[in-house]
């Protein structure tokens, strides 16, 4: 049994250095097998066409100021440089599309093409040059397509700056009160409603904070049809920034569902003088994402089966601390124990919904997340890590 828990405990160990040394240039190897709620990934070490399937259906590289690069991510990886000449509005973009979409062209590159996504989270990592001045205004939307004859939307949920080096949220509606899309073009802002704006806290774009990675998460739920319960928020190296609920995105509408996004290098009123930014590090997912965070709990796999039933398991990060979250359990009790059997958390599960635990406060090392149910299932997944 000894040598069988050291077995495991070197196993574990070279995990988690991977996780410290190198997730941030490999985060995106085998992700479909690693992470089945994620939509998309790219860390941009893959050197071939931006544009391809399973990749972004369009690329601004505005005459090479917005282009891949080795050593500029995080970590020193593949990241993508964005240059602004000084006066510049606009330095490229990247569009990605997803889920079911009635536009061909955006379609084209066949990312989950069957699926509606009515909740998106979505994360990217963010860096300033050293020096940095102003406050872009344009960093990323999520949005619904809704023509195949053209771009027109039926929400906007924006990812803008403020005028003092904030990020803000702008989400916005262009369905009316019957459920019909009322927008005929690609930011139609004629006939789009705005649901309220909120910036974060962060000053984000001060020139104090340049020259070091934030991560940014965003998340965007569509409202149920009929019910005001939409929502958008965004998170900054795991504490939240801002939040808008009770969105009426949508109304009735329901043919189509998040199917974009954007990110993007507009400055509307221009950059003062030559910079640059950097991107790395994009996730799309279903379920909360966190950062690439040296001490996080990683679990060993996502999901595990009680009685023919499939339990997700999945750790992030959320205002500083790292959550264990367990989903489709039934009644049950949950328990954490080190490799020697100890017990050191446990407590109820909640029956078909969703149990949290914070691990933030347990210490350096390995562990065995179990969930023993009242059918008598019982679920077991490795944790590496911790604080």
């Known amino acids: 049994m000894k040598e069988f828990q050291r077995y495991w405990y070197i196993a574990c ?11 941030a240039q490999n985060e995106c190897q085998n992700w479909q097998a690693n992470h089945s709620d994620w939509i998309f990934c790219d860390d941009f070490e893959d050197t071939g066409s931006l544009v391809k399937p399973g990749r ?11 282009v891949p690069k080795p050593g ?6 593949r990241g993508m440089q964005v240059r602004w000449q000084a006066g510049e509005v606009g330095a490229g973009s990247i569009k990605l599309s997803f889920g079911r979409n009635p536009n061909a062209y955006m379609n084209k590159q066949n990312i989950r093409p069957t699926q509606d996504f009515r909740e ?12 940095w001045q102003g406050s872009p205004a344009k960093l990323s939307r999520a949005t619904c397509f809704t023509s195949a004859n053209d771009w027109r939307q039926a929400m906007i949920a924006h990812l803008w700056s403020d005028d003092s080096a904030h990020l803000l949220i702008d989400p916005a509606s262009c369905v009316n009160a019957a459920g019909v899309v009322q927008c005929t073009t690609y930011n139609d802002f004629n006939h789009l409603t705005w649901l309220g704006n909120k910036s974060g806290i962060t000053p984000l774009f001060a020139t104090s904070n340049s020259g070091k990675w934030f991560c940014i998460e965003a998340h965007v739920k569509l409202n149920d049809p009929g019910v005001a319960n939409g929502v958008q928020e965004f998170w900054i190296d795991g504490n939240l920034e801002a939040r808008r609920e009770g969105l009426n995105f949508v109304g009735t509408y329901s043919d189509y569902a998040i199917n974009a ?4 290098n ?9 910079q640059e930014r950097y991107f ?10 966190g950062c690439l965070q040296a001490g996080v709990m990683v679990p060993e796999g996502k999901y595990g089966t009680a009685n023919d039933r499939k339990i997700t398991i999945t750790v992030f990060r959320r205002n500083g601390k790292d959550i264990l979250e367990i989903r489709n359990a039934i009644a049950g009790r949950y328990h954490i124990v080190t490799l020697t059997g100890r017990r050191i958390a446990e407590g109820e599960v909640a029956r078909n919904g969703r149990t949290t635990v914070d ?3 347990i210490p350096f090392g390995i562990y065995f997340a179990g969930i023993n149910a009242v059918d008598g299932g019982l679920v077991e997944k490795r944790l590496v890590g911790g604080k």
């Open 72 to 77: 500029l991510g995080v970590n020193g990886s």
């Open 261 to 264: 996004v954007f990110f993007e």
């Open 56 to 66: 972004y259906f369009e690329y601004d590289s505005n005459a090479g100021d917005f």
């Open 266 to 274: 507009y400055w509307n009123a221009g950059s003062p003088v030559q």
């Open 13 to 23: 160990c070279a995990v988690f250095c991977i996780f410290n040394s190198a997730m």
């Open 120 to 131: 998106i989270y979505y994360r990217m990592y963010l860096k300033m040059q050293t020096g």
């Open 359 to 361: 691990l933030s406060e």
């Open 280 to 289: 790395d590090n994009i996730v799309v997912s279903t379920k909360p994402i």
